[in-house]
């Protein structure tokens, strides 16, 4: 009976020492350092302890993650080696994503032998407005071709302490950028700025202002005209006395002076002051010229094709035409003394078209872009070639029905305007869309030979040199 109780004491006693045991966590899981509150987008470190207090050495594995309504997430996991009795303190790092807001808890979970282990902590995360520019107005001041481009902006932030942002300002045309300048500016709350730019010749431009602070960034932009000053009513008086005394001056050099010399037609030049072969009564004093030569590049044949409504395969033949036939072109502008003290104003644009080839050329088409400050009516163009106005288009095409090999034809209108310097070197060359080829020319080539002596003139020379020979034999005989 004393053994029965023994034993029956012994079992009792292992089974309270292995339930005592059991009670008592044989893995430890810690979060050390986690800083609250959190801003959203931001990084956060944390460190957190793991330890094995009981049973053999564990290839340890930890997740962790957040958890919203039920949903994991940003998870990562990472894993580590644990002797029986080691602690060990590690550090992660997790990303707060952007579109949580509030109280989120965090977990941490590891997994040593069969033990599993379960650690959290509650998060505060807040949300961070970034600092957004925005443009109120952009205003550009009236601007003529002699005078800096003024121009103002105002610009705010959404946050009333002071920002510093990056302002970029730049003058376009035609795509191309002109003129630009970065700065930094401060803003609180709304800020208005004065600029200055460049001294611009004559034509149609786009100001644009871009602000960034960090990744947010807002962008303004106005289209203005930079306009040609007018002669001054003085200057146009003064300009037409000296034209009517030079006048005078012709006509009586051509009555008294020239009419003495054998050559009754004379051409007269003084500076660029030219007689017009219109007539006699017709003198043209050129103020502005300007030359160029060649064909337009692919982003000048793109705007001109676009404004002519050019598209598909048309379109790209038009492109292949154009970019091998090269042309010339001259503007003059030019005052005009009629008879009497009647001026007037006049440019004249001519381009010339070269065939420098051994085939006859039919059918050629040019397309002539006519900017606003030539003619804003393109039906008040005058010409002498074959036109068509292409409806609603700031674009005329002239037809050339034949250029013959090796030789060359010109197109020309003009209007009743005097233009500026500036404005007589912008005015674009045109372009040749259209050109059939013919067949190469062939030369056939003669062959000259020489005429035959006749038998009658062989007969006679031989007499003439019988009768010599027998003179100097008679001479030479005692």
Same mark, same amino acid.
């Given at each position: 009976?004393?053994?029965?109780?023994?034993?029956?004491?012994?079992?009792?006693?292992?089974?309270?020492?292995?339930?005592?045991?059991?009670?008592?966590?044989?893995?430890?899981?810690?979060?050390?350092?986690?800083?609250?509150?959190?801003?959203?987008?931001?990084?956060?470190? @944390?460190?957190?302890?793991? !330890?094995?207090? /009981?049973?053999?050495?564990? &290839?340890?594995? +930890?997740?962790?993650? #957040? $958890?919203?309504?039920?949903?994991?997430?940003?998870?990562?996991?990472?894993? @580590?080696?644990?002797?029986? !009795?080691?602690? /060990?303190?590690?550090?992660? &790092?997790?990303? +707060?994503?952007?579109? #949580? $807001?509030?109280?989120?808890?965090?977990?941490?979970?590891?997994?040593?032998?069969?033990?599993?282990?379960?650690?959290?902590?509650?998060?505060?995360?807040?949300?961070?407005?970034?600092?957004?520019?925005?443009?109120?107005?952009?205003?550009?001041?009236?601007?003529?071709?002699?005078?800096?481009?003024?121009?103002?902006?105002?610009?705010?932030?959404?946050?009333?302490?002071?920002?510093?942002?990056?302002?970029?300002?730049?003058?376009?045309?035609?795509?191309?950028?002109?003129?630009?300048?970065?700065?930094?500016?401060?803003?609180?709350?709304?800020?208005?700025?004065?600029?200055?730019?460049?001294?611009?010749?004559?034509?149609?431009?786009?100001?644009?202002?871009?602000?960034?602070?960090?990744?947010?960034?807002?962008?303004?932009?106005?289209?203005?005209?930079?306009?040609?000053?007018?002669?001054?009513?003085?200057?146009?008086?003064?300009m037409g006395t000296l034209i009517l005394l030079f006048?005078?001056?012709?006509?009586?050099?051509?009555?008294?002076?020239?009419?003495?010399?054998?050559?009754?037609?004379?051409?007269?030049?003084?500076?660029?002051?030219?007689?017009?072969?219109?007539?006699?009564?017709?003198?043209?004093?050129?103020?502005?010229?300007?030359?160029?030569?060649?064909?337009?590049?692919?982003?000048?044949?793109?705007?001109?094709?676009?404004?002519?409504?050019?598209?598909?395969?048309?379109?790209?033949?038009?492109?292949?035409?154009?970019?091998?036939?090269?042309?010339?072109?001259?503007?003059?502008?030019?005052?005009?003394?009629?008879?009497?003290?009647?001026?007037?104003?006049?440019?004249?644009?001519?381009?010339?078209?070269?065939?420098?080839?051994?085939?006859?050329?039919?059918?050629?088409?040019?397309?002539?872009?006519?900017?606003?400050?030539?003619?804003?009516?393109?039906?008040?163009?005058?010409?002498?070639?074959?036109?068509?106005?292409?409806?609603?288009?700031?674009?005329?095409?002239?037809?050339?029905?034949?250029?013959?090999?090796?030789?060359?034809?010109?197109?020309?209108?003009?209007?009743?305007?005097?233009?500026?310097?500036?404005?007589?070197?912008?005015i674009q060359l045109p372009a040749v869309i259209n050109?059939?080829?013919?067949?190469?020319?062939?030369?056939?080539?003669?062959?000259?030979?020489?005429?035959?002596?006749?038998?009658?003139?062989?007969?006679?020379?031989?007499?003439?040199?019988?009768?010599?020979?027998?003179?100097?034999?008679?001479?030479?005989?005692?």
């Amino acid at each position: 009976m004393s053994r029965f109780v023994l034993l029956a004491g012994l079992v009792l006693f292992l089974l309270f020492f292995v339930g005592a045991f059991g009670a008592e966590n044989v893995t430890e899981l810690r979060v050390e350092t986690l800083t609250s509150p959190i801003r959203a987008g931001e990084r956060v470190d @944390f460190t957190f302890s793991a !330890g094995n207090m /009981v049973g053999p050495p564990c &290839s340890a594995f +930890i997740s962790y993650w #957040l $958890e919203e309504d039920g949903e994991k997430l940003q998870q990562g996991s990472d894993n @580590f080696y644990l002797e029986s !009795g080691e602690e /060990v303190t590690e550090k992660i &790092s997790l990303v +707060i994503p952007t579109h #949580l $807001e509030g109280a989120k808890p965090f977990y941490l979970e590891m997994q040593c032998n069969d033990s599993v282990i379960l650690a959290s902590r509650i998060l505060e995360i807040t949300t961070v407005f970034p600092v957004v520019p925005q443009f109120d107005y952009l205003r550009v001041g009236k601007s003529n071709e002699d005078s800096e481009l003024e121009f103002s902006y105002s610009l705010r932030s959404n946050k009333e302490a002071k920002q510093v942002m990056q302002v970029e300002e730049r003058v376009v045309k035609d795509g191309n950028v002109v003129w630009h300048r970065t700065q930094k500016v401060t803003v609180a709350g709304t800020a208005s700025f004065n600029g200055f730019g460049p001294v611009l010749p004559p034509g149609s431009y786009q100001l644009v202002v871009n602000a960034v602070h960090g990744s947010e960034s807002a962008e303004i932009s106005r289209q203005f005209t930079v306009k040609a000053i007018p002669f001054p009513f003085f200057t146009w008086l003064m300009m037409g006395t000296l034209i009517l005394l030079f006048a005078g001056a012709v006509v009586i050099t051509t009555r008294f002076v020239l009419r003495s010399l054998p050559v009754k037609q004379a051409f007269l030049s003084v500076g660029r002051l030219v007689p017009s072969i219109a007539g006699p009564s017709i003198k043209r004093m050129c103020v502005v010229e300007a030359e160029s030569s060649g064909v337009l590049d692919e982003i000048q044949l793109s705007k001109l094709f676009d404004q002519a409504g050019l598209k598909g395969k048309k379109r790209q033949r038009c492109f292949e035409v154009a970019g091998r036939i090269p042309l010339e072109q001259n503007v003059q502008s030019c005052v005009v003394t009629g008879k009497g003290s009647k001026i007037l104003c006049e440019t004249t644009v001519t381009a010339t078209i070269s065939n420098n080839t051994n085939r006859n050329w039919n059918n050629v088409e040019l397309l002539v872009s006519i900017p606003d400050f030539l003619a804003e009516d393109l039906t008040s163009i005058k010409t002498e070639n074959r036109v068509e106005f292409l409806k609603g288009k700031p674009v005329v095409k002239f037809l050339v029905e034949k250029i013959g090999a090796m030789q060359s034809a010109k197109i020309s209108y003009s209007v009743d305007r005097l233009i500026a310097q500036a404005e007589a070197n912008s005015i674009q060359l045109p372009a040749v869309i259209n050109c059939k080829e013919g067949e190469p020319l062939v030369i056939t080539q003669v062959k000259m030979e020489k005429p035959e002596t006749s038998k009658m003139q062989s007969e006679e020379e031989l007499k003439l040199k019988e009768k010599l020979l027998k003179k100097e034999e008679n001479q030479k005989k005692p």
